[in-house]
């Protein structure tokens, strides 16, 4: 059976990135043998035209990355998308996996070793966390890194 990973990201609130820069990291994630939960997708049956809709929109994502087995999220923009940071620290603190992505070269951070604020980074092991680090949507790809062996891609 597949795993569920939740896709933080904020590519849904513009057509143009939800159309070109999400197709690809989900296909990476799926080919990696994922069930991919795509918050925006998912909340689709909102009726935003009712008093209350942003409420039952936050809570069904954060319902999501309960029962989701792991996060991957996208970390791009100084700083990053509130949301997504708001989702990271749920997930930290269910102790699930957490595997980011950031392709935007700026730095955004109070500290030498990370790329972001170092907060972000508390989901993820000590040693070793540049393997649940992806740098480009061809990384998601690959089997030398932490997601892949998360989600039994490598034998």
Request: proline share 6%.
């Amino acid at each position: 059976m597949s795993k569920i990973l939740y896709l933080a990201n904020p590519y849904g609130f513009s057509a143009q990135q939800k159309a070109l820069l999400l197709p690809p990291i989900v296909q990476q994630l799926e080919q990696l043998g994922a069930m991919v939960w795509e918050p925006f997708a998912r909340n689709n049956q909102v009726d935003f035209s009712q008093v209350g809709w942003a409420y039952r929109v936050a809570q069904a994502d954060v319902q999501d990355v309960r029962q989701a087995d792991g996060v991957f999220a996208i970390v791009n923009g100084t700083p990053p998308d509130e949301g997504v940071m708001v989702e990271i620290g749920v997930a930290i603190a269910l102790q699930k996996p957490i595997f980011l992505f950031r392709d935007d070269f700026r730095r955004c951070t109070d500290s030498e070793e990370y790329p972001l604020n170092l907060m972000v980074f508390a989901g993820l092991p000590e040693q070793g966390w540049r393997d649940f680090f992806y740098q480009s949507v061809e990384e998601i790809a690959s089997r030398d890194k932490a997601l892949a062996r998360w989600l039994g891609s490598v034998p």
